[in-house]
Nanobody
């Protein structure tokens, strides 16, 4: 059984930074062999891929967040982070952590088996 718990969301002004965390509670195995990622869903829009990191720490990003967001993982803690800098109002969304052991396309939401409950990020202009 796997549970993903996000934290770190909040309300900030444009240009500010936030760091999201996602702790994976995994029964009987570690997520170090899996892919973990972040997706977001803005009000009235489809869920979209933001960033992902593989077991080998190879990372992937949505083009619009490259250079502003950084994904990292602490395998010993089964935790991933999303450092978000230079936030823009268009980054406002609910951010979801996702994990999977059979992910071949990190940007595809349907390849992830586990999802967190989401954390709200609101960026005011």
């Amino acid at each position: 059984q796997v549970q993903l718990v996000e934290s770190g969301g909040g309300l900030v002004q444009a240009g500010a930074s936030l760091r999201l965390s996602c702790a994976a509670a995994v029964s009987g195995r570690t997520f170090s062999a899996g892919v973990m990622g972040w997706f977001r869903q803005a009000l009235g829009k489809e869920r979209e891929f933001v960033a992902a990191i593989s077991w080998s720490t190879e990372d992937y990003y949505l083009d619009s967040v490259k250079g502003r967001f950084t994904i990292s993982r602490d395998s010993a803690k089964n935790t991933i982070y999303l450092q978000m800098n230079s936030l823009k109002p268009e980054d406002t969304a609910i951010y979801y952590c996702a994990g999977g052991f059979r992910v071949t396309r990190p940007g595809a939401a349907d390849e992830y088996d586990y999802w967190g409950q989401g954390t709200q990020v609101t960026v005011s202009s």
